[in-house]
């Protein structure tokens, strides 16, 4: 259920947290995070804090940190994949429900919660509903600015690694840096374009973005 509650929450728990939804190049990452108290403490020390008020290096730096002291999982859903899902499903926030669902299930397999936290998108009930047999079994939180809890903000350091390793990784392999962010792409975006068309578009781009209408549309116009 969604709920307001006093964060950080007592005692073990699982927080959840994505990176990439609203970037147009790169994948969606989910990453969930088991945090008892001992590992909270320690993260604390090191001043965890979610990862839009961390640089990138130190997101990587902390993120080799939160692997080594807690149980976690790590859903990277490639721009190919994510097309194909979000075409299937017709709902970005069905496809985070998921993604966030398929993570926190993988962790629990591990390591049993009592507590499963995460931030409230959309209707509430999407995440119940995918919640497979291990997370129907624990108490689903989510509120708003659910990062204040330190599991939900180490997971959300974690997808950000994840995100901008894969980000440089596709950067590599299409032999041009991948902007982040959904501002400042369409320079990249028209390139590719002409480069390969949607097929090379879909492999590094969540193409249900408005940039790609723009893209398509300026392409059109100039062959008039």
């Known amino acids: 259920m969604s709920e307001e509650v006093c ?5 073990p728990r699982l927080g959840s947290d994505e990176a990439g939804k609203g970037d147009y190049f790169g994948p969606l990452v989910v990453a969930a995070v088991f945090l008892a108290d001992g590992p909270a403490q320690q993260l604390a020390a090191l001043g965890l804090r979610e990862s839009k008020k961390v640089t990138d290096k130190r ?4 993120a080799q940190i939160i692997v080594g002291l807690c149980p976690h999982e790590v859903v990277e859903i490639s721009p190919s ?3 194909t899902l979000h075409a299937q499903m017709g709902n970005l926030n069905r496809l985070l429900a998921w993604a966030h669902a398929r993570a926190a299930e993988n962790v629990l397999a591990r390591q ?9 998108f959309g209707d509430p009930r999407y995440i119940e509903q995918a919640l497979m ?14 990062e ?3 599991a939900v903000a180490a997971a959300s350091v974690l997808a950000r ?6 980000l440089a990784r596709l950067s590599r392999e299409v032999g041009v840096t991948l902007p982040k962010g959904a501002t400042h792409v369409l320079p990249v975006a028209r390139a590719l374009y002409r480069q390969g068309g949607m097929a090379l578009l879909s492999r590094v781009a969540k193409v249900h973005f408005r940039t790609t209408a723009e893209v398509i549309g300026e392409s059109a116009a100039g062959q008039q």
Do not use: C, K, M
Not at 7 to 11: A, K
Not at 112 to 120: E, G
Not at 133 to 146: D, E, K, N, Y
């Open 133 to 146: 047999s291990r997370g129907r079994q624990v108490r689903l939180i989510q509120t708003p600015r659910a």
């Open 59 to 62: 997101s990587h730096e902390l």
């Open 7 to 11: 964060l950080p929450f007592p005692g």
């Open 148 to 150: 204040r809890d330190p």
């Open 161 to 166: 690694a994840a995100f901008l390793q894969a």
């Open 112 to 120: 049993p919660a009592p507590v499963l936290i995460s931030d409230q």
């Open 81 to 83: 994949r994510y097309n």
